[in-house]
């Protein structure tokens, strides 16, 4: 009886054993669940922080490569500006587009050509435009004019290096955002009441910074091979200038670093495919077809040691004017652009042209800064 007694002092009961068992799983049941919605949380406020960073780089980008609306002043460049002034030019006045990057506000002066031809055009060209980006432009530039020709220049078609690309993907990325169209509506409600471009998208530079080396560029018969999106915003530019009876002309500027005879024979093959008027100022007289010849006497009369502002990329005004001349003639002589010269609903392109002779007058012989 003793014996029965020490062990029911010395032994919990059995109910008692499972009792305790039961309460230590209990708690650490209760315990794994207090952890998990801890987790929980904070991955939650992670992403809702990842997310905000996101949308806050997203929204400085979009303000960066898409512009401010309504401001009327300088945006991502000085030439987002004068390319957005456009907008203030008079409903359906303009007949020409030239359309580009670069090398057109560089090279092609329009009040030069309306000086020698009547032509009322304008430069729609962009830095670094790759073909989309011109295309966009187009679509939202022919909301507000009906020109009669869309002159474009054709080097854009081979900016397909990565730099290139990736340039373009991160401006597309914002305009995922801030849709161009939509935004470009805000600049030309702003611009319609602001003072127009009297240069219309032209760069007066005087700069001279010569090439060095040889001017000689190898001949060969093979062609380009344009990358996909390339070769479709071409044919898309065809079918929009077809579609909306715009003839479409190509022209190629003069280039000495980028430009080649495959890149030729490819804008070439498309041309005469497609029945277009092409016009290279690079390719030499005797290499060229004999409906080219005419226009390219031993090319365009560069010198690559006093016409160019960056050692034989870009025209400067020197270049710019052998080059526009030369497009000039090759317009009249194959697209039917009006002379507005004579007609009283243009004459504020007088005033516009005594404005631009003035600034290249101090541009050249003076000391401003050049843009």
């Known amino acids: 009886m003793e014996n029965d007694e020490v062990r029911s002092v010395c032994e919990p009961p059995q109910d008692q054993t ?13 315990s794994a669940v207090e952890i998990k919605p801890n987790k929980r949380g904070r991955l939650i406020c992670f992403f809702k922080t990842f997310g905000f960073l996101m949308v806050v780089l997203a929204t400085l980008v979009g303000l960066y490569f898409g512009g401010r609306p309504n401001i009327p002043g300088p945006t991502r460049t000085y030439r987002t500006y004068t390319l957005n002034k456009m907008f203030s030019e008079r409903k359906n006045s303009l007949d020409v587009l030239y359309v580009g990057h670069s090398g057109v506000f560089c090279g092609v002066s329009p009040m030069e050509l309306y000086e020698d031809y009547g032509f009322a055009g304008y430069n729609c060209s962009q830095e670094l435009f790759v073909p989309w980006e011109s295309y966009e432009t187009t679509l ?3 909301e507000e004019q009906k020109p009669k020709v869309i002159a474009l220049e054709v080097d854009q078609f081979f900016y397909d290096s990565t730099k290139d690309l990736t340039n373009s993907h991160f401006k597309r990325l914002a305009l995922c955002l801030f849709p161009f169209r939509e ?12 003072e127009r471009d009297f240069k219309k998208n032209f760069s007066v ?4 910074k010569p090439h060095k080396g040889s001017t000689e560029r190898q001949y060969t018969r093979s062609e380009y091979k344009l990358k996909k999106a390339h070769a479709e915003y071409l044919r898309k530019f065809a079918e929009l200038c077809a579609a909306r009876d715009i003839k479409l002309a190509l022209f190629y500027l003069p280039s000495l670093r980028y430009w080649s005879y495959d890149k030729y024979n490819c804008i070439k093959a498309f041309a005469d495919k497609n029945g277009l ?9 005797e290499v060229a077809s004999d409906a080219d010849k005419k226009w390219n006497k031993s090319r365009v009369s560069i010198d690559w040691a006093h016409d160019t502002r960056d050692g034989g990329d870009h025209l400067n005004y020197y270049g710019a004017m052998k080059s ?18 004579g007609d009283e609903a243009y004459s504020d392109w007088k005033r516009d042209l005594e404005k631009y002779k003035s600034e290249v007058d101090e541009k050249i012989f003076g000391n401003r800064d050049e843009r």
């Not at 068992?21 to 209760?30: I, K, V, Y």
């Not at 008027?277 to 007289?285: C, L, S």
Request: proline share 2%; with cysteine; charged share 35%.
């Open 18 to 30: 499972a009792d305790i068992s039961l309460q230590t799983d209990r708690d650490a049941s209760e």
């Open 140 to 142: 939202d530039i022919l």
């Open 183 to 194: 935004t470009h509506n805000y600049w030309r409600d702003g611009f319609k009441r602001s």
């Open 324 to 341: 526009t001349a030369a497009l000039g003639e090759w317009l009249e002589t194959n697209c039917d652009i009006p002379d507005r010269r």
């Open 277 to 285: 008027d092409y016009f290279d100022m690079n390719v030499d007289a």
């Open 205 to 208: 530079y005087a700069k001279i």
